[in-house]
């Protein structure tokens, strides 16, 4: 299913906005101390989640607003639910951050790695661990709304030309929507959307 202008516009904002996420993320990496990981992890984790926090805050509102506007233009009416704004859990990203930074960087070292190979491979898992996160304000904001909407058959995935066969498989299967896709499946490094479908 080719996806609506209005809808491929809000993919390419939550792109934006996780490429914003990454950059981000990169630049306060310097605070994992290679020399004292246990002890400068806490203080990264400090700087990072909060990064991840307003990302995953901003995806969901955008979201939102996508919302509204989309079930307007295919319903030709503004009432409907509120959209349902997806929580944030602090402890879950904190573990999905260290798990593929500062966890994969002693994997990657005790694996014999050079300092810089590790160092490149975390930070780019990091990266993509959080991003993930950052997005799935958005893609949770519309899966849960769509759930709650009487008028909505369930959200199809929409994907870039360059996804993963994962995702593509996914979006193959059209509109979805049961108790289990309420969560939107998204992978580290994932920037697929989603998109209301309507009776």
Known sequence: MAAAPLTEAHRLTQNRLGAQTVAQLLAV???VDIEDLDASTGVWLQAAVPIVRAQHRQSA????????TFRATQLGTLAGPIPSIAEFDPRRVATSLTVTGPVALKSAMARGLPLIQADD???ARMAAA?????????????????????????????????ACQFCSMLADRGAVYSDDSV??????GCSCSAEPVYR
């Open 121 to 123: 491979i975390a930070r």
């Open 29 to 31: 990496w310097n605070l």
């Open 61 to 68: 509102q955008l979201a939102a607003g996508y919302l509204r």
């Open 130 to 162: 959080g991003l993930r996160q950052a997005l799935d304000g958005g893609r949770e904001t519309v899966a849960a709304t769509v759930a709650a909407d009487p008028q909505a058959v369930g959200y199809a995935r929409v994907t870039s030309g360059k």
């Open 183 to 188: 969560h939107f499946e998204a992978h580290d």
